[in-house]
């Protein structure tokens, strides 16, 4: 069988993705599981978090989210039963590329899929659902009555953490980064309940950036939100059109009130003084959101686990609609893996 994999680069070349057989060993360990893959999600590579955890090989696996069907379990599996359907996020140093069409994982990194739930669907929308539980539950602590402001709401991680906060009573502003996001995020609507908009207030940073702190201390009367969630940031004045569209560190940390939250995925982030004297005045905190944590350490498998069967019972309940990704043959994965990591914030599916 073939997959799709990372072949490092020399000299810092174009990265390059190449479709290599590979074959599952003859004998499946005590606790694993062999899965037949369905579907199979495409996100960036983080090749420095790699280099950084020791994973030195010629050849990456790609395609790390993954839904399908379990074939034949190890001897000691209690789980899951063979032609139980699963989803589950393939760890960092896994042999394995989800894009086989069999793999073999532990039973203790997948959860149970809804029937109702598309493989498709969960695979293109499980790793952002982690982070936005990562983000909310695991590092702020949300609660009903706090005020939440999401940079870039429309992007499918942006979009599951509006879904998120609204269902547990937060108040949600958002921004927007063109005049057609402007108008999904308004009329976002909860799919049950009362059809009250889903974001209290849309920003549009495309026509100027440098309203978004005004506004945001319009909307709270002057005191800040409780936590605050990037999607990017500005360490600098820039003069390009993208990063424009990000805030600069001092705006969000001018818009949390006191005793707020920032949570980053900003990997370099640098605090000058007169920044962190201002996040000491507000008694505020940052944190930096690593959504590998949980695959890469065994410390909270138990929590772990709980997030993964939340986030998948929420999504075939409707409470979290993800915007769907379009499924590309297999054929085509490896121009769209060459995509999603030219873009990084771009995302694809494939159906096996």
């Not at 063979?82 to 086989?100: A, H, K």
């Not at 908009?197 to 709270?220: F, G, H, M, Q």
């Not at 569209?245 to 990997?267: A, F, Q």
């Not at 993964?308 to 409470?319: H, N, W, Y």
């Amino acid at each position: 069988m073939k997959g799709l994999y990372y072949r490092a680069s020399v000299n810092d070349a174009e990265p390059k993705f190449v479709i290599q057989e590979t074959s599952l060993p003859a004998t499946l360990g005590s606790h694993q599981v062999r899965v037949q893959v369905k579907a199979c999600g495409l996100s960036p590579l983080d090749l420095k978090l790699i280099e950084d955890l020791g994973i030195q090989r010629d050849l990456i696996p790609v395609g790390r989210e993954v839904a399908g069907v379990v074939l034949q379990v190890g001897n000691k599996v209690s789980f899951f039963q063979p032609d139980d359907e699963v989803v589950g996020i393939l760890p960092l140093d896994s042999p394995c590329s989800g894009l086989c069409d069999t793999i073999d994982i532990d039973e203790h990194l997948l959860v149970q899929k809804p029937e109702k739930l598309s493989s498709v669907c969960v695979a293109g929308a499980l790793r952002d659902g982690l982070c936005a539980y990562t983000a909310l539950h695991t590092h702020v602590h949300m609660a009903a009555g706090h005020t939440l402001l999401v940079m870039d709401g429309a992007s499918s991680f942006g979009l599951m953490c509006i879904q998120l906060a609204c269902y547990h009573g937060v108040k949600v502003l958002t921004t927007s980064h063109t005049p057609q996001t402007h108008t999904f995020l308004e009329q976002l609507r909860p799919s049950v309940g009362v059809q009250d908009p889903l974001v209290a207030r849309v920003i549009p940073v495309y026509k100027d950036s440098s309203d978004l702190v005004s506004v945001v201390l319009e909307e709270t009367g002057g005191l800040g939100v409780d936590i605050v969630i990037d999607s990017g940031v500005r360490l600098q004045e820039e003069s390009s059109e993208d990063m424009m569209l990000l805030p600069h560190k001092h705006d969000i940390i001018s818009v949390l009130g006191v005793g707020g939250h920032w949570v980053t995925s900003h990997k370099n982030l640098q605090l000058d003084p007169p920044d962190c004297r201002l996040l000491f005045l507000k008694s505020a905190s940052m944190t930096f959101l690593n959504h590998e944590v949980w695959t890469a350490s065994s410390a909270q498998q138990g929590r772990y686990l709980h997030i993964l069967k939340d986030i998948v019972e929420k999504m075939s309940v409707g409470v979290l609609r993800p915007q769907p990704e379009e499924a590309v043959p297999l054929y085509e994965a490896t121009v769209a893996m060459e995509t999603v990591q030219r873009q990084q914030k771009k995302k694809a599916v494939v159906q096996l």
